[in-house]
């Protein structure tokens, strides 16, 4: 079982930059794919980005690819979703997921989800 804890959320003005983390306890999550995905009110959840577990490869939803930046830290438990420019429209709840089978792209089925951090953004 992985719990995840994302950090990092608030109230930020359009154009300003914030940095999510996504902290993974109960076992060793060097293995999983983490993604990071969105949700903003009356809207379905969004992809964003998601990382294998080398860190190496890294996948992005067009909408966010030249904004956002996902990285990890294995020896920290921790995947990062650097978000920069941010807009007004980018205002949602962010989770992070883990996917134990080590999969890349916007089609992986996520085993673990935390409970989300709210980002809101003003113009």
């Known amino acids: 079982q992985v719990q995840l804890v994302e950090s990092g959320g608030g109230l930020v003005q359009a154009g300003y930059s914030l940095r999510l983390s996504c902290t993974a306890s109960?076992?060793?999550?060097?293995?999983?794919?983490m993604g990071w995905f969105r949700q903003a009110p009356t809207k379905g959840r969004e992809f964003l980005a998601n990382?294998?577990?080398?860190?190496?490869?890294?996948y992005y939803e067009d909408s966010v690819k030249d904004r956002f930046t996902i990285s990890r830290d294995n020896a920290k438990n921790t995947v990062y979703l650097q978000m920069n420019s941010l807009k007004p429209e980018d205002t949602a709840i962010y989770y992070c997921?883990?996917?134990?089978?080590?999969?890349?792209?916007?089609?992986?089925?996520?085993?673990?989800w935390g409970q989300g951090t709210q980002v809101t953004v003003s113009s």
């Open positions: 997921a883990a996917d134990k089978d080590g999969g890349l792209g916007s089609r992986v089925v996520y085993d673990y």
């Open positions: 109960g076992r060793s999550f060097s293995g999983y794919t």
């Open positions: 990382i294998h577990w080398s860190g190496e490869l890294t």
